[in-house]
T-cell receptor, first 112, second 113 residues
Framework: ETGVTQTPRHLVMGMTNKKSLKCEQHLGHNAMYWYKQSAKKPLELMFVYNFKEQTENNSVPSRFSPECPNSSHLFLHLHTLQPEDSALYLCASSQANGDEQFFGPGTRLTVL | QQQVKQSPQSLIVQKGGISIINCAYENTAFDYFPWYQQFPGKGPALLIAIRPDVSEKKEGRFTISFNKSAKQFSLHIMDSQPGDSATYFC????????????FGTGTQLKVEL
């Protein structure tokens, strides 16, 4: 595997389900990000981790819970989501002081 | 409050033509302005970026023009090709901002034969 990978690529869940999104970067980076991409809206930064420590929580509802066990892996735990949470969730990584962010292909989430 | 405004929302250009996408920002502390390209089913990928110390940067057919006083920057794609059909996002960040990119809303470009 190269670059940034995300699993699953597609996820359909009910509002009462609990699921997790997984991201893995193979670039030796030490910063990782979660973004939400909705149609006709700017990419919304959700969380930032630097060296496994959360450095940014962009007022994200608590039904989204990130986890970063090491610099290569990032999870987004989902529970009791709402239909308006349906979107493409993108993971990215970068060097902690670097400018360029490398994105994964995203997980297309549908909440019924 | 949207800090980076992007236009147009969609653009159709004939093959060989010039595609122009514009962005305007509000935060004068921004000092890094990248453009990302996204194909269907893929994540965004960095295309080209500029810092405010230069007014123009060119990489192949892609050029960023930057106007610091107007707080505007634009992407020009010369000799547009069907393979350039994608969604383009401008973004901005500031030094010491913790690598936080603020994105525009995106422009869907279609290059027709």
């Amino acid at each position: 595997e190269t670059g940034v990978t995300q699993t699953p690529r597609h996820l359909v869940m009910g509002m009462t389900n609990k699921k997790s999104l997984k991201c893995e970067q193979h670039l030796g980076h030490n910063a990782m990000y979660w973004y939400k991409q909705s149609a006709k809206k700017p990419l919304e930064l959700m969380f930032v981790y630097n060296f496994k420590e959360q450095t940014e929580n962009n007022s994200v509802p608590s039904r989204f819970s990130p986890e970063c066990p090491n610099s290569s892996h990032l999870f987004l735990h989902l529970h009791t989501l709402q239909p308006e949470d349906s979107a493409l969730y993108l993971c990215a990584s970068s060097q902690a002081n670097g400018d360029e962010q490398f994105f994964g292909p995203g997980t297309r989430l549908t909440v019924l | 409050q949207q800090q980076v405004k992007q236009s147009p929302q969609s653009l159709i250009v004939q093959k060989g033509g010039i595609s122009i996408i514009n962005c305007a920002y509000e935060n004068t502390a921004f000092d890094y302005f990248p453009w990302y390209q996204q194909f269907p089913g893929k994540g965004p990928a960095l295309l080209i970026a500029i810092r405010p110390d230069v007014s123009e940067k060119k990489e192949g057919r892609f050029t960023i023009s930057f106007n610091k006083s107007a707080k505007q920057f634009s992407l020009h794609i010369m000799d547009s090709q069907p393979g350039d059909s994608a969604t383009y996002f401008c973004a901005a960040s500031r030094a010491g901002g913790g690598n936080k990119l603020t994105f525009g809303t995106g422009t869907q470009l279609k290059v027709e034969l």
